[in-house]
């Protein structure tokens, strides 16, 4: 069960990933496109702030501190069972 729902975790972490690195691009392109005078979404961009990448970024980081506790109560286990 434990493989599972790691298996499942990591696959949506690397979505998540893969989210957080598109909007940062975009981001960066926008804010280069602003400062020039060409429009290139940075408008759009500060619309999907706050309802998309925020909580793509809080995802990733809860993801991942949340795989570190699985691994680390798992290996817990490992030991006292071992022993």
């Known amino acids: 069960m434990k493989e599972i729902v790691l298996t499942w975790l990591n696959r949506l972490l690397v979505a998540d990933v893969f ?38 970024i809080a995802i990733l980081f809860l993801g991942a501190i949340l795989s570190w506790l699985i691994n680390k109560i798992s290996q817990t286990f490992d030991k006292q069972s071992n022993s």
Do not use: H, R, T
């Open 19 to 56: 989210l957080v690195m598109f909007g940062f691009l975009w981001f960066a392109v926008a804010v280069i496109g602003q400062s020039i005078g060409v429009p290139l979404g940075f408008d759009l961009w500060y619309k999907l702030w706050q309802p998309l990448f925020n909580p793509a």
